[in-house]
């Protein structure tokens, strides 16, 4: 069974820039999660889906971040304009339903770096 | 506010001997407690859970513990293994259907 996939990898880009990172869930899980990864603390999460509708994004600076799942499947989150502070690694994970713990398998995540 | 703590950012262990994880809670609330691990470069896996119904949770050599009094859950991992090096992240909730709210995470390193 395929896993999360994620991309790009790694991206640097100066302050002001945009960044957007695409992530593929597992064949079938109906809930996607983004979460951001600052070196040094745990994942916080910013946006949650179930399908294509959100169902939690109340950590999600909408200043700036933006999160979308068309039809249910694949997901992209943008960051317009970043600052220092947004780099982080940006980690999509998903499960086949609702935030049980146990059932999140998390992709290798996007390593952002703002400079 | 950190909800979920990890005091000791890393933590060194011989192989064969017995490493112990810590984590602190603060909401009384959560009744639901996870263990990740994760290796660099690669996204945190699910180790272990607990729910606050019980005080221990086993699965071969990874033990799960919870004093909800202390609001206090530890990881015993016997024996260490040098495959067990990794960063540990413990989990809370309240409970198994909620957002969970995650410690900084530990660097556990096993010494051969």
């Known amino acids: 069974e395929a896993g999360v996939a994620q991309s790009p990898r790694y991206k640097i880009i100066e302050k002001r820039q945009s960044v957007a990172f695409w992530c593929n869930p597992i064949?079938?899980?109906?809930?996607l999660y983004w979460y951001q990864q600052i070196l040094g603390q745990g994942p916080k999460l910013l946006i949650q889906?179930?399908?294509?509708?959100?169902?939690?994004d109340s950590q999600l600076p909408k200043d700036r971040f933006s999160a979308e799942r068309l039809k249910g499947v694949d997901s992209t989150l943008k960051i317009q304009p970043a600052k220092l502070e947004d780099s982080a690694v940006y980690l999509c994970?998903?499960?086949?339903?609702?935030?049980?713990?146990?059932?999140?398998?998390f992709g290798e995540g996007s390593w952002l770096t703002v400079v | 506010d950190q909800q979920v703590k990890q005091n000791s950012p890393s933590l060194s262990v011989q192989e064969g001997r017995i490493s112990i994880l810590n984590c602190d809670y603060t909401?009384?609330?959560?009744?639901?407690f996870l263990w990740y691990k994760k290796y660099p470069a690669e996204g945190p896996t699910f180790l272990i859970s607990?729910?606050?119904i019980k005080d221990k949770n086993e699965d071969g050599r990874f033990t799960v513990f919870l004093n909800k009094s202390a609001k206090h859950l530890s990881l015993h991992i016997v024996p260490s293994q040098p495959g067990d090096s990794a960063v540990y992240f413990c989990?809370?909730?309240?409970?198994?259907?909620?957002?969970?709210?995650w410690g900084a995470g530990t660097k556990l390193i096993i010494k051969p």
């Open positions: 909401n009384s609330m959560f009744d639901y």
């Open positions: 064949s079938g899980h109906a809930t």
């Open positions: 889906f179930q399908n294509n509708g959100v169902v939690d």
């Open positions: 607990i729910s606050s």
């Open positions: 989990a809370a909730s309240l409970d198994s259907n909620y957002q969970l709210i």
């Open positions: 994970a998903s499960s086949p339903w609702a935030a049980t713990g146990n059932t999140i398998y």
